[in-house]
């Protein structure tokens, strides 16, 4: 199974939304008694009375937990591994840790180049602010202060700390402050070598699915390459640190990574077993709350397949995966280059950011409006295109739109 909670769950939340259901269904209510009906092993049964241990086993399966103890169990473990990073004011918190902060990738809104070059200018500013901060020390790729701190205490290697809590190779591996190639694998080594845990991670906002060290250093996501981007030596640095005992079968990194065509971390991953390797200690810790491999393959599979990703489907296949006749979907140029989708945006907007210069050549050609506005954020193609980062795409744009 695997689990589908809400953003920030609390047993108190879930207990309430228990005792509703249980008075919803008491009352009669249509929608109430048909989630009974889906989520229940035994509905009939249950409907009859309908105690509150029925509501909350509903409850409890509705969010993909075979029952109400597993559920609190997950909760309990959850609880000293959640990180919510919206939630850390960065105001209040001292030029180290604002550094860490703005340096490392948070997976919300706020992820964006700006941040990374505060980062890198508050640093210029105070550049002693590694000195005595091992986690800032590791978010700057600062090998010679992460030796002095090791060579004093190997310990802090695994110390966690920081704005978020995190060990210092986590925000190694989330940094995007800019740091040459041979003083990040070098900063890496070091905390391996003192005992840093290649499999650390944390629970975003208690999702049940880790995201881990690899899950930094591969990047990208939901939000796209430009505002959640690869660590910049994304091979390299995977590399070591599968070699030194990071688990491949990374759900958070093969789910952000599904999104594009690139395939290159599957390859890696691949190369290190993830199609036949063992439970990683994410999947032993939290069991039945997270994506089994077979859910965790097929949806990889089917990304692929809609979205006409046909080499991967060959990969997956080609390395002992059960793609289960799936086929990839050639992509379709829109018969209407002005269609709106449920949102008002048009093709146009989706390829600005995405930053599909040749489909953005391709529909323009074809009359898409360069000025169209979606009704969600009031916003043309080109300003889509500036928000995700796009550069080549909003100047495109930009020559073409109306002035």
């Not at 249509?30 to 029925?54: K, Q």
């Not at 309990?76 to 340096?103: G, I, M, N």
Request: aromatic fraction near 8%.
């Amino acid at each position: 199974m695997a689990s589908a909670l809400p953003d920030n769950p609390s047993l108190p939340r879930l207990r309430d939304d228990a005792r509703s259901l249980q008075r919803l269904v008491r009352a009669g209510d249509a929608d109430a008694v048909a989630s009974v009906r889906r989520h229940h092993p035994r509905p009939e049964r249950a409907l009859d009375g309908f105690a509150l241990h029925d509501a909350q086993l509903t409850v409890a399966r509705r969010y993909g937990f075979s029952g109400w103890p597993a559920l609190v169990r997950y909760l309990d473990t959850a609880a000293t591994l959640s990180v919510d990073p919206s939630r850390v004011d960065e105001d209040a918190l001292d030029v180290a840790d604002r550094f860490c902060a703005s340096a490392v990738l948070h997976y919300t809104d706020v992820d964006a180049p700006p941040r990374w070059a505060h980062a890198d200018e508050m640093l210029r500013c105070a550049p002693d602010l590694t000195g005595d901060h091992i986690w800032a020390a590791a978010a700057a790729a600062d090998a010679g202060a992460l030796r002095r701190a090791l060579d004093v205490d190997p310990a802090r290697a695994s110390a966690t700390g920081g704005p978020f809590g995190w060990t210092p190779l986590m925000y190694l591996c989330y940094s995007r402050a800019t740091a040459s190639r041979a003083d990040t694998l070098e900063a890496a080594a070091l905390l391996l070598d003192a005992g840093a845990d290649p499999n650390a991670g944390y629970l975003w906002r208690v999702m049940a699915t880790p995201f881990t060290v690899l899950t930094g250093v591969f990047g990208e996501g939901e939000q796209g390459p430009r505002l959640q981007p690869r660590h910049p030596f994304c091979t390299e640095l995977a590399t070591l640190l599968l070699d030194r005992g990071a688990h491949p079968a990374d759900h958070q990194t093969l789910y952000n990574r599904m999104f594009r065509p690139d395939d290159s971390h599957l390859e890696l991953l691949f190369a290190h077993g993830v199609a036949s390797v063992a439970p990683s200690p994410w999947e032993r810790r939290l069991g039945e709350a997270m994506e089994t491999r077979e859910q965790m393959w097929r949806r990889q599979i089917d990304w692929a397949a809609e979205h006409g990703f046909s080499g991967r489907l060959e990969l997956l296949a080609r390395h002992g995966i059960d793609v289960g006749g799936a086929t990839a979907v050639a992509p379709v140029f829109p018969a209407d280059p002005n269609a709106r989708d449920e949102n008002g945006a048009t093709p146009l907007h989706h390829a600005a950011w995405a930053g599909d210069l040749a489909m953005i050549g391709r529909l323009l050609a074809a009359g898409a409006d360069p000025a169209a506005v979606d009704d969600r954020f009031g916003s043309t193609p080109q300003q889509w295109a500036e928000h995700a980062y796009q550069s080549e795409a909003a100047a495109l744009l930009r020559e073409r739109s109306p002035r």
